[in-house]
């Protein structure tokens, strides 16, 4: 695992629990509201965080944290990511992922080897868009097929939405509404205009 680094505390990231959140390194989109710009492309090795430091600082966490979000970048880019979701199982965390739904095989090996508690997925505009919000076109196949599994896994979940009003007219935010199965939950989230990848976005409100 790449790993950008962590947070050590969260109260609202993994929905009933206090956890950590880690974010690995690397992202193949690139949103223009992303407000993680220093977790996009690669880093040095120096500048990374070793998974050995991560996991000492969990195993001082024990009994006070219950859950591990595992945010990025995007993970499910990772080499390693289902050994990283094993060990902190057998640590005794629940997992929580967050991910842009762009590798629906790495989601469903990850749900199929129970590794997953929580997943949350980012839909980021209405798919003829994507290539607009999320810097990358053709991404529509992979999208629906993550909505749907994730969707039908059983597991607790949601989809979310940064709502950029300059980027997401009402009528992108219906489409995006629409492909939202029946029974799971779709939420808006705030736009960190000040940290925003694209400069042309930071002043907006
Ligand atoms: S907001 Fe977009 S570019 Fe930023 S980490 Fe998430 S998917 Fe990648």
Redesign the pocket.
């Known amino acids: 695992m790449r790993l950008g680094g962590f947070e050590p505390f969260t109260a609202s990231d993994f929905p009933g629990r206090p956890a950590a959140i880690v974010f690995s390194q690397g992202?193949n989109?690139?949103?223009p509201?992303?407000h993680?710009g220093t977790?996009?492309g690669p880093r040095p090795a120096a500048d990374l965080l070793q998974s050995r430091d991560f996991f000492a600082f969990l195993e001082r966490r024990q009994g006070l944290l219950s859950g591990v979000v595992v945010s990025?970048?995007?993970p499910t880019l990772q080499e390693g990511l289902a050994g990283f979701c094993r060990r902190l199982k057998e640590m005794g965390f629940a997992v929580k992922l967050d991910t842009?739904g762009s590798r629906p095989q790495v989601i469903s090996d990850l749900i199929e080897a129970q590794l997953l508690d929580y997943i949350a997925m980012?839909i980021?505009a209405p798919l003829g868009r994507y290539d607009l919000l999320?810097?990358r076109a053709g991404a529509g196949g992979q999208i629906i097929n993550a909505i749907a599994l994730i969707a039908q896994s059983g597991l607790p979940h949601h989809f979310r939405t940064t709502h950029v009003r300059s980027l997401l007219s009402a009528e992108d935010l219906q489409a995006v509404q629409e492909l939202v199965p029946p029974g799971s939950t779709h939420r808006l989230q705030p736009f960190m205009a000040a940290a925003a990848?694209d400069p042309a976005l930071r002043h907006e409100r």
């Open positions: 992202c989109f690139r949103c509201f992303c993680n977790l996009l990025g970048g995007e842009n980012d980021k999320a810097g990848l």
